[in-house]
């Protein structure tokens, strides 16, 4: 299963897809906010990649719980399932942007974020029972 996923932050947000198989995940480019145009940008990008799941980062707190981040996430998450017919699902994003920013920068930072969100996801979701 081909799978994109969203690093979303209130001015860029990253942007990763995985392969056909959904086994790796690379970073893809980074959408930068501009109201209503970033729905329209991502619309296009699920679209353009024939995905049939988009992951958004969902960024709890150290303690699991959801803070303002999280809850503007959610919105943005609202928002994006009325723009694409594809399944839009969270996951715990904890720790990405360090991953990122410790990764060699062959990518924008925020896109080197969701694609280790997207290997995180990817991992775990074929671990997960049927």
């Known amino acids: ?3 994109l ?3 979303y932050g209130r001015a860029r947000t990253g942007v990763a897809v995985s392969d056909p198989t959904g086994t790796i995940a690379r ?3 980074v959408v930068e ?3 209503r145009d970033r729905l329209a940008q991502l619309a296009a990008l ?3 990649h024939e995905v049939e799941r988009v992951v958004v980062g969902l960024p709890l707190t ?3 719980e959801r803070g303002e981040q999280a809850r503007e996430t959610e919105s943005f998450v609202e928002e994006l399932t009325h723009v694409t017919a594809v399944p839009v699902v969270t996951y715990d994003e904890r720790f990405t942007t360090d991953l990122a920013e410790q990764s060699p920068a062959d990518a924008p930072e925020d896109a080197r974020a969701a694609a280790h969100l ?3 996801y990817l991992t775990w979701a074929s671990s997960a029972p049927a």
Do not use: N, Q
């Open 118 to 120: 997207l290997s995180s």
């Open 5 to 7: 996923a969203l690093d």
């Open 46 to 48: 699920i679209d353009e």
């Open 62 to 64: 150290l303690r699991g």
């Open 1 to 3: 299963m081909k799978v």
């Open 33 to 35: 906010a501009a109201g």
């Open 27 to 29: 970073p893809l480019c």
